[in-house]
């Protein structure tokens, strides 16, 4: 059979998210790179106790960050009002303002959402490592602060390093711009971020695209995530049919 | 202790800080005043400037209203395009900075310690923070210039003996640029140095707003800004 | 010991690995035998080949004088492209492979043990080998085949109790098809069992040709190569 | 000033190479992907007591290992049969073939050139590591094998893996199909392989390339080698001019 990835809708393309799953959700923070209509298919579905990990717990309501104006922001934080997460693993959880709490702060502070915080680079080697069968590396990131607290350091060539696990997920939503049928993705400028380390980490990458092609479609040079690391393609509609003008 | 002159601004800040960058370096700007930095580029310096949100080299930011959601920088807001850029997900965005390709980074900082140590990431009242690319930035740039205020809005020193609050890196920070003075962090554990301070301050009135001790220069200047 | 019967040729062999790979899986097919088994994929079952050489998804080898040095595959063997292809580099090669994101691999042995441990790589009478990417597919691929003729050259078996050559990988061989049979390796330390013979060998006669003991499966079939 | 990395000549680009060097040399081991005018200039420059890093030893000459025929292989062999190579550093050093020694292998033989074997999922995270800033990974690759020798091994989640450190160079010689003047690079088909993780390792990284164009002259989403990683870059002449028909 030819292979073809494609999911004829949202709803489909989440359906088999349990309870206590822990979910990568792709992009940077802003309105680029973001799974919107696999997040709102997913407050549908309504699975709980979730574990989601990314750079933000959704911080564009709040700041607009990355969100072009006027446009209401969609992200993590609308699992977090629907009481559906139990935990964030996260770089930058919250908003730049403590006087403009977002979702997540509330729950956070509400004792009701538990946290981890990750620098950055370090979240996204730990995905890359889950991809690529690391089980475990020394970064020079966060020794002797209180992120490296508990974690083993050792000491190479003279400077510390910190032992990082790798961070696998059941499932990562994520975000490109094209993909082919057999699920090799493209994505646009700095929309990428997060999208291939989830890809590579999780047991199921559900990917949504704005546009999907055939094979071919997309010049094997300039194949970002290979369809390897991809097990579900849905497009989004056209905006216009769809009457959500999400970016 | 009252100031004995006005204290610089912002601006002012990023201008200092951005005499710092040399011709053809690779820099990342982290928020705030840092961001500011690339408006006073010195004529003849020909910068690469690096994004966490994985970009290498881009235009100024986009006008209003010109924005592209697929082109940001680390602070969410919109550039605008240039020719020879490169973009890249996070875990290369970070093997960059981790791996010693970014000269030069400049950050805020809630406090910067003599040793150099910093802080800027978690204000113990809030009780959670951001780390975003701060831990990464302070150990991989080959090397970290603070910009800050001096004092923070209640007056208190930020330049001290030993942080108080969460550190983002040990001995990192090698230059500190205020709005009274500019401060060299020595290598090897050795100490503060002043080497500019604002027009109408002295080595003193410096001092008097510095809870951490320093030496001064014997080529102490007033601060250079071209 | 004379054989019962001749013995099976590569291409047969190829034919029978080929019948383990189920439509859609991600194969990587070793150096030798294993090359071959891309001209048996049943019908009906499509497969998407990865290489070492940085590339998922391809055409058959390239024809005679049409080679494109920027199209190999692992053996350096010129490829004919296809639409729907991916290149990457040798990081994200073995990213791919390490982190289990390979169905099935077909390898070439020099020895098997009754663990499943492969010796594959280096044979001590040369001193010098070429591991090249075996150590990584052995313990990367969900499913590790071995390919091989069931003896060496001089006789010798190839299937052991433990392997005397350098080892490529511990208990990762699945299953070991050669010219004469087709024997899995039980999980968990639980030995080899015999489930296929060649035509004209039965268990007795396969056991004479194998150092380590095998158990024999109740349902023993002929090969089955459709 | 306007950044160009572009370095005039093949001589110029590889002048301050000394005595005692770590390299590594890019390609897969074939002609693709493999940097022959950067080879020939080291060899006719003359630095001696080497250490080569690459996937290969020079394994073109005996095999025709991805050269097309009747064209004369340029590999690694001409820097060994030219005395300046002391170490080799491969997965693949030698000829599929025992009665077909590389040039390398008689050098072995011989005791004049010493030898560490590497998987080549190992060499290529090796590099990767050394370029990105980790000291060193949990491997599974080699766990209970000759290659672990003399390596700590640690079990993780049930699972035996070695520790294998970052390997760093001074220089990289690469190849690349299209640069642009900042150092932003383009590779071919399966020629990219080792190029990547090999500009990211080295301190000063060279690459050779087939053209050389003005700042977007690549598509920004087709950079594979982004310029932090490059510090000079040389065209090929092209080939009618120069008498060599290389590919």
New interface residues.
Partial sequence: MPIDKTVNNFADAVSDISDGSVLMIGGFGGAGGMPHLLMLALRDQGARNLTIIGNTAGIAAPTGFGWPEGVEPIDHAILIENGQIAKVIASFPVSGSVSRPNAFEIGFRAGEIELEVVPQGTLAERMRAAGAGIAAFYTPTAAGTMLAEGKESRVFDGRVYVLERALHADFALIRAKTADTLGNLAYAGTSRTFNPPMAAAAMVTIAEVDEIVEPGGIDPERVDTPSIYVQRIVARPPMAEDGVALP | MTDPAPRLGREVIAMRVAREFR??E?VNLG?GIPTLCSDFVPH?V?L?Y????????CGPLADD?D??????NA??Q?LS??????????????????????DVTALGALQVSEMGDLANW??PS???????????LA??AKRVIVAMEHNGRDGTPKIVPECSF?????GCVGLIVTDIAVIEVLPEGGGLRLIEHAPGWDAASIQSQTEAEFSVSQDLTEITLV
Avoid: C, Y
């Fill in positions: 011709d053809g690779v928020i003849g020909q690469m690096h994004s966490e949100s994985g970009l290498l080299n209203g924005g592209d959601v697929d082109l940001i602070g969410g919109f395009p240039i020719p020879g850029m490169a973009f890249f997900d996070s875990a290369e965005a970070f093997a960059m900075i981790r791996g010693g390709h970014v978690f204000l809030r009780g959670v923070g951001n780390v975003g690319g701060a831990m990464d150990v991989g969460p550190l983002t890196g040990r």
